[in-house]
């Protein structure tokens, strides 16, 4: 089996994992919708529901990763116990990552047109 790539550092990491998770509803959206709701209630709101849901889940995702060593396609099937269903978690995480790449491209060809 071949040998998966790591990160060189705890610090590439966390900057990959910063840069994903600034989205583009972050850039584009966020400061219009604080701007026009109220300011710094708006952002403490945000930053406590980002801490109590958020949190958790990347908690969760980082340690069912790390036990799998695989894909996000795979990791439930190496992890589940016999005549478990858990592999079936695994299809919502490629869904979502589908629906991701298709809100990303409609994203990209609208700036594409924007731009040009």
């Known amino acids: 089996m071949k040998e998966r790539e790591k990160f060189g550092s705890r610090l590439g ?32 709101i945000y930053l406590a529901f980002l801490i109590v ?7 969760s995702e980082f340690s069912v990763g790390r036990a799998s060593r695989s894909s996000c396609a795979t990791s439930f099937k190496v992890l589940e116990k016999e005549g478990t ?7 919502f995480g490629m869904l979502g990552n589908y629906m991701l790449m298709m809100f990303w491209a409609v994203i990209a060809i609208i700036a594409a047109f924007v731009i040009c």
């Not at 850039?27 to 403490?44: D, E, H, Q, R, S």
């Open 53 to 59: 849901m958020g949190y958790p889940i990347m908690v």
């Open 13 to 44: 990491f966390i900057l990959v994992s910063a840069g994903c998770a600034v989205g583009l509803g972050n850039v584009w959206k966020f400061p219009y919708v604080c701007g026009k709701n109220g300011g710094a209630i708006f952002i403490l």
């Open 85 to 91: 269903h858990w592999h079936n978690y695994g299809y």
